[in-house]
């Protein structure tokens, strides 16, 4: 059965299962903390309310994406051709990317977008492997 095992997909949604499923619990458990620091660092940009509806855009894009992602490992585990928990995990993953993206560019956080562009990187690998 482990013999037909696509490493390279269950690798990349081991690692966003990892990066985005303890973001997500964190934003949920630490939700006034994440909030203060995004209000702080964003505020001269992007108005309260604005931020208040990216953080729980971005907050739920990364929790599903994990969750997602973490399903489509065990999927891929035990019924290989079957990829829709992949594809939906790492497409929530990297739409929370591009959520983060677009903050850290208009607030002109380049260091940040930088950090983010290592990830894109990645969840467009596992893009490029689910839907080939």
Known sequence: ???NLNLPIIAVLAFNAIVFLQ???DKIVNWKGNLDFITQTLSKVFSNQLIKVALFTVTVLETLGGLFSTLGIFLNIFRLDYLIY???GLSLCTSALLVLLIGQRISQNYE???TIAVYFVTSLIGLILVFS
Do not use: P, V
């Open 86 to 88: 992949a594809q939906l």
């Open 112 to 114: 940040g977008a930088k």
């Open 23 to 25: 973001s997500g619990i």
């Open 1 to 3: 059965m482990f013999e």
